[in-house]
């Protein structure tokens, strides 16, 4: 999938003006991953959510655990991975939807106008493409768990709500895989 970039001509902005958009953008952008990160998610898809509550459209909300990065944060490796992790976000993912990594190794997307049904066939494809980039690039296996929360226009729902219900489902699938190791 293309991207168009959209560049912003800045030369008529005022300096000032300049450098609120620049703190704007230190304050809402993972700087590592490019994606969005806790507190512009947040306030973003509050927004979002009440856009699907007045037009009546369905929306997922996909909460991923990154498992098995070694040793501290911040090696290389880990770094590598948490790039790859989000670099696969933005090529599977529509333009439309919105990802973020809200800390060291849990990311989320919120997919507008997304049923839960058909969400859970987008995450099957985001799988593939983890696995294919993994074995393309002969790095190790990328793992992650996920949790899925609907949001449906008639619940009057909190995008931390949301979150919350989303990311407890992650915690059963990380029990159950537990008990069978």
């Not at 958009?21 to 590592?32: P, R, S, V």
Request: with cysteine; proline share 3%.
């Amino acid at each position: 999938m293309d991207r168009k970039v959209v560049v912003l001509n800045t030369s008529n902005i005022p300096a000032d003006e300049k450098k609120r958009l620049a703190a704007l953008k230190l304050a809402t952008i993972d700087e590592l991953t490019g994606t969005g990160n806790r507190l512009g998610f947040i306030f973003l898809a509050q927004h979002m959510l009440n856009l699907c509550a007045r037009q009546g459209a369905p929306a997922t909300l996909v909460y991923f655990e990154l498992d098995g990065l070694n040793g501290p944060e911040g090696t290389q490796q880990n770094l590598h991975t948490l790039k790859l992790f989000a670099e696969q976000m933005r090529k599977t993912f529509r333009i439309s939807d919105m990802t973020a990594r809200m800390s060291s190794n849990q990311f989320v997307v919120l997919l507008t106008n997304t049923p839960l049904a058909h969400a859970e066939l987008v995450l099957e494809k985001f799988h593939e493409n983890i696995n294919a980039i993994t074995d393309e690039q002969e790095v190790n296996r990328l793992s992650f768990a996920a949790g899925i929360a609907g949001f449906f226009p008639n619940r009057s729902t909190d995008i931390e709500d949301l979150i919350t219900e989303a990311s407890a489902q992650i915690y059963p699938h990380h029990l159950h895989m537990a008990q069978r190791a």
